[in-house]
T-cell receptor
């Protein structure tokens, strides 16, 4: 089966750092993606990991451990506009092709 | 370079009517994916198509739902005889290959009265 878990909601303070965790159990693995989604809008791509380790892109970093089935998204210097839902998704690959399987999303609230 | 275009943005139907949702992928993209999202929930995979072929429809209900991606024109998600439980946001995404990231459209909000 396919299972992707992430916390339902988190709260953090403007200027702080927050880490959003994601664990997965899938029938195959061909990459892990993080998307950001503001209410009523389209999900937008944030990061992609296929090998173990840290990928850094500005204020956002994403980490992957394939042996542990674990990833996290790190957001630094939080801004109010970072309040959004953060979606973890896995591409199982193989005969499932390019589709992504999404977790339920983590609703992040950034407070002043 | 236009992104993924979905229309209509909002669609209101009465129970029993048909809903047709359209999706034009990004230029150069031949892989299309449809997802459904209920309020405060994640994206649920429905169907994955590659020009004229359905690759994976494991997330799509067997009855009343169908999808196509013809050689010419947009991909269509069709829901026949809609019921209130079909009310949701339907997102389309596209990718250039099956290994690259997905780009999402702005979604169609379907409301069934």
């Amino acid at each position: 089966g396919q299972n992707i878990d992430q916390p339902t909601e988190m709260t953090a303070t403007e200027g702080a750092i927050v880490q959003i965790n994601c664990t997965y159990q899938t029938s195959g693995f061909n990459g892990l993606f993080w998307y950001q989604q503001h209410a009523g809008e389209a999900p937008t791509f944030l990061s992609y990991n296929v090998l173990d380790g840290l990928e850094e892109k500005g204020r956002f970093s994403s980490f992957l451990s394939r042996s542990k089935g674990y990833s996290y998204l790190l957001l630094k210097e939080l801004q109010m506009k970072d309040s959004a839902s953060y979606l973890c998704a896995v591409r199982a690959g193989g005969n499932q092709g390019g589709k992504l399987i999404f977790g339920q999303g983590t609703e992040l609230s950034v407070k002043p | 370079n236009a992104g993924v275009m979905q229309n209509p943005r909002h669609l209101v139907r009465r129970r029993g009517q048909e809903a047709r949702l359209r999706c034009s992928p990004m230029k150069g993209h031949s892989h299309v994916y449809w997802y459904r999202q209920l309020p405060e929930e994640g994206l649920k995979f429905m169907v994955y198509l590659q020009k004229e072929n359905i690759i994976d429809e494991s997330g799509m209900p067997k009855e009343r739902f169908s999808a196509e991606f013809p050689k010419e024109g947009p991909s269509i998600l069709r829901i026949q005889q809609v019921v209130r439980g079909d009310s949701a946001a339907y997102f389309c995404a596209s990718s250039r290959t099956q290994s690259e990231k997905l780009f999402f459209g702005s979604g169609t909000q379907l409301s069934v009265l």
